[in-house]
């Protein structure tokens, strides 16, 4: 059980275009969904945390609005990246909580982004 | 704040000896403790995780962690060491909530040698 898919799994696209990224949990409800963003050989940036309904709260430094979060539901978040520049690209990987307690977060496969 | 200070970016160990992978926290309040493992351009899997019950806890794979509070600690260990154990480890901190951030160290690369 506590499985998180996302998709793709990598992507390229080329600079000033937009990329959606889909973080789903597959067979439980997440109260609550968090991006985070890896750059190579270093650790996990938490971007933004999203609960299902409500507006996303971004990280110091995160630019709400070129990265747009929206919890559309208990078992999908979704990730746009827009007009995506090269720095952009890196390794995005989203996790999920259910929220019952045990304070645990379930991630997803991540996805690689590759702007050009 | 809290925050997580993992000793040593890379560790080498040699097939079957002693992992241990240093992991020392900072928190204001109680703190939830994990350790994950990822492998090559996947995601994190839970190795274990610390939530006030017992301050030994064990994980999956052969790995253990032990809080002490007093030292401000979280250290994995595995009694012996399997190639297939070679892979980034990142310890992470919580200060609790049904779903509150993780805080994560930067990480720390086991190398499984023959």
């Known amino acids: 059980g506590a499985v998180v898919s996302q998709h793709p799994s990598w992507v390229i696209c080329k600079s000033g275009t937009s990329v959606k990224i889909e973080c789903r949990s597959l067979d439980f409800q997440a109260t609550t969904m968090f991006w985070y963003r890896q750059f190579p050989k270093q650790s996990l940036m938490l971007m933004a945390t999203s609960n299902e309904g409500s507006k996303a709260t971004y990280e110091q430094g995160v630019e709400k609005d070129k990265f747009l979060i929206n919890h559309a539901s208990l078992t999908l978040s979704t990730l746009t990246v827009t007009s995506a520049h090269p720095e952009d690209s890196s390794f995005y990987i989203c996790s999920a909580s259910p929220g019952t307690g045990d304070h645990e977060q379930y991630f997803g496969p991540g996805t690689r982004l590759t702007v050009t | 704040a809290q925050s997580v200070t993992q000793l040593g970016s890379h560790v080498s160990v040699s097939e079957g000896a002693l992992v241990l992978l240093r992991c020392n926290y900072s928190?204001?309040?109680?703190?939830?403790l994990f350790w994950y493992v990822q492998y090559p351009n996947q995601g994190l899997q839970l190795l274990l995780k610390y939530t006030s019950a017992a301050t030994l806890v064990k994980g999956i794979n052969g790995f253990e962690a032990e809080f002490k509070k007093s030292e401000t600690s979280f250290h994995l260990t595995k009694p012996s060491a399997h190639m297939s154990d070679a892979a980034e480890y990142f310890c992470a901190v919580s200060e609790g909530g049904t779903a509150s951030k993780l805080t994560f160290g930067t990480g720390t690369r086991l190398q499984v040698t023959l």
């Open positions: 928190s204001s309040v109680p703190p939830y």
